[in-house]
C-alpha cells in the first residue's frame, strides 16, 4: 500500500540539471563560478578544528549572521543562515503561506523549483506572465493581491533571462503587496546593482525579504549554504523557530564565513566573469544568435534556426561532453541557457558551435 | 503587521541543550561523543578536493547510500541521506501527514523535538503515556490507529530514559500499526540490538523506516548528518521528490562516508563509552541517586533528595561549568539527563557532586 500524501504521489519532483560525477566534462549547465574558491576557504577548510565536528555548531549560526549583518550594512536579526539557498525558499512556504491556501505567486517563467515547493507544500501557483521583453507587468503587485497570495517569488536578476529589474520597480511592488515579497538575488554578484535598500533601515518596507546563495558568486555550489535579509527582525524571528534546529553545520559555517570575509577579493572574479559574459554575448551574437543582455553568469541565447536547431545543438553538444541547459517551457524552446565558464572553456563552446556547421 | 501562519505565531520553538561556544566547561547535556572522530574522517577533510566545494554535490548522496546500504545489508533504493536526522524526522512529516490531518502519534515522554515539528506542520499529536517502567504498552499500536495517525515515532533505545525495546516488541506494533513506523535509533550504536531487521528482505513489513545519526557514534554533531533506512524503495522515493533538492553538502557526504566506513574501529569507542556508563551507573546508585539501565549514551538519574534537590544540583553544576540536562515533564522534574563524557570528565562531575554535601 502506498502511505505518503496525495500531492506527494502525485508531485513531479523537481529536475536539477546533470551533474556528471567526473571532471571530464564542460559544465555549463548549472551556473557554477568556473573558479576555485578564495584561498581564505581553502584555508579554512584545511585549519578547522576537528574538535568542532565533535559538538554541535552553533544552532543560529551567529558568526556568520554577525559578519553578513556588518557587509551588508543591517543588523544581526535580519539575517537568517540557511542550508542553501533551497532551505530558505522551503522554509519562506513553511512559514508564509498556508497549506490549502491561496498559495504562492510567481513571474513566468521563472526558477522551476518554486513550483515544486509549492507542490510539496500543497498550496496552489498564481503565474503571472512576464511581458514581451521578459519585464514585470506594470500591475505585478494587483495580479497578486487580487488572487490573494500570501506569499511572491522574484528572482533578479531574472532566471533564466539574466534581466535586471531596478530597485523602483521591486520599491513599487513590495509598497503595494499585501504578503510578503521575496527577492531571489542568488545572481546579484553579477548585476550592476542589488536590492539591499529595501531591506536597509529606512526603507518603510516590512515585507521584504532578500535570498543570497554562496553557491554562484563564492564557487560554493557544493556546500550548501545561502542566507536571508529580511526588512524586519520579526520575518527573521518567524522563520527561526521553524527552521531545523541545527540548520547549518559547523564546517559550512566557518567556510561560509571565510568567503564573506573575502568578498572584496572575490569581486575581482565576477568583473571577469562579466568581461566573458560579454565577449560570449559578441561571439553568439556574430553567429546569428539572439542573446539577451544578462545581468547575471549565464546567458540565455535563441538559436539561428529556432526550436530544431536549438534541441539539435543541446544534444550534439552533450555528447562532445559540454553541458548547457535547455528548458521544456513554451517561450524557452528555441532556446539555450549557456554559463559563463573560463575563457578556455567558453572557447570550446564556440569551437564546438563552428565546427557543427 | 504580521505575517507568519498562526500555528507558526503561537508556536514554541524547540529549544536544544545550551551550546556554549567555549572551550572550557564540561558539556554533558547534549548526548556529544567526547572523543574526536575517527582519523580516518580528519583525513578526509584535511584531503578534500576543493574543486568539488565549486560545483553541486551529488543530489542523491549516492556514494554514502552505496556504502550504508552495504555495511547494513538493505539496498541503496532503501537509504536516503539527510542533513541530520532531524531533517530526516521534518520530511517524515512532510510526506505522510497531512497538515490539518490526524496527526501522528509519539510515546510520551519523547525526544520533544517531535511536538515541535508536528506544530511547525499545523498537525495534532496523539501522545501515549509510557508505563511505569518505561516500557510501551501493550496496546500502543491499537491507540495509535484508533487515534487515527498516518505516522508514528518511537525512539529505541529511548530517550531520555536509554531504555530499550525489543525487536519482537517494535515488529508486533510495526505489522498492528496502519501507518508509517519510525523507529529512532540515533542513539543504536550504545545498544545490545538494533532494529535492522525489521527493514531487511524478508520482514514482511513496509511501513517501517529506522533513523540513523553520525552525530552521538561517530562524533559528528557538528557535520549535520542522518540517515532513513526504509523496509520498502517506495518510501524512499516519496522521500526523495519532497527533500531539498541538494540537502546533503559535498564536505559532509566525504565525511559521512569515511565515518562509516570506519564503523568496525569506531566500534571500539563505543565499547569504552558502554564501559563509563556502567561504571557511571555504579557511582551514582552508591550516592543514592536511582539510575535506569541505560543502552545509550547517556543515563536519567532521580537525585537523592526529589525535584529540589534535581534542581538544586543542576544549578550548582551549572555554575562550575558543568552542563547536563534539565527537562520540565511531569515525570522528569527529580531527575538530571547526564551525557557519559571521558572518564577524567565523569570523574569531575562525581567529585563535583561530593563536594557538594
Given at each position: 500500500m502506498s502511505y505518503e500524501r496525495k500531492n506527494i504521489s502525485d508531485l513531479q519532483a523537481y529536475v536539477p540539471g546533470e551533474q556528471p560525477q567526473t571532471g571530464t566534462v564542460i559544465k555549463l549547465n548549472t551556473n557554477e563560478h568556473p573558479d576555485l574558491p578564495h584561498q581564505a576557504v581553502i584555508d579554512a577548510l584545511r585549519q578547522f578544528d576537528p574538535e568542532l565536528l565533535r559538538r554541535y555548531p552553533s544552532p543560529t549560526a551567529m558568526p556568520f549572521r554577525k559578519l553578513a549583518a556588518q557587509t551588508h550594512g543591517v543588523t544581526t536579526e535580519q539575517i537568517i543562515a540557511t542550508n542553501g539557498g533551497d532551505e530558505l525558499l522551503r522554509l519562506l512556504l513553511t512559514v508564509f503561506s498556508e497549506p490549502n491556501g491561496k498559495g504562492i505567486g510567481v513571474s513566468d517563467?521563472?526558477?522551476?523549483l518554486y513550483e515544486v515547493l509549492a507542490a510539496i507544500h500543497d498550496t496552489p501557483v498564481t503565474r503571472i506572465a512576464r511581458m514581451e521583453d521578459w519585464s514585470l507587468p506594470g500591475d505585478f503587485a494587483k495580479q497578486l493581491n487580487d488572487a490573494g497570495v500570501t506569499l511572491a517569488f522574484i528572482v533578479n536578476p531574472h532566471a533564466p533571462t539574466g534581466r535586471l529589474e531596478s530597485v523602483d520597480t521591486l520599491r513599487e511592488i513590495a509598497s503595494q503587496f499585501n504578503g510578503v515579497l521575496v527577492i531571489d538575488e542568488a545572481y546579484t554578484n553579477f548585476a550592476e546593482h542589488d536590492c539591499l535598500e529595501l531591506v536597509r533601515e529606512g526603507s518603510g518596507l516590512d515585507n521584504v525579504i532578500l535570498l543570497r546563495s554562496l553557491s554562484k558568486g563564492y564557487s560554493l555550489a557544493g556546500l550548501r549554504f545561502g542566507y536571508g535579509i529580511a526588512s524586519t527582525p520579526a520575518l527573521i524571528q518567524a522563520m527561526d523557530k521553524a527552521r531545523d534546529s541545527y540548520n547549518t553545520d559547523a564546517v559550512s559555517q566557518a567556510l561560509a564565513c571565510a568567503a564573506l570575509g573575502a568578498c572584496k577579493d572575490v569581486a575581482g572574479s565576477w568583473k571577469k566573469i562579466i568581461s566573458e559574459r560579454n565577449r560570449m554575448t559578441e561571439e553568439l551574437t556574430l553567429r546569428n544568435w539572439i542573446v539577451l543582455p544578462s545581468q547575471t553568469n549565464f546567458i540565455l541565447a535563441q538559436a539561428p534556426g529556432g526550436i530544431d536547431d536549438a534541441v539539435r545543438i543541446y544534444q550534439t553538444l552533450k555528447e562532445k561532453g559540454i553541458f548547457v541547459r535547455y528548458f521544456n517551457h513554451p517561450r524557452l524552446l528555441d532556446k539555450l541557457r549557456i554559463t559563463i565558464g573560463t575563457p578556455s572553456q567558453n572557447n570550446m563552446l564556440i569551437g564546438a558551435l563552428d565546427n557543427m556547421n
Open positions: 517563467p521563472t526558477y522551476s
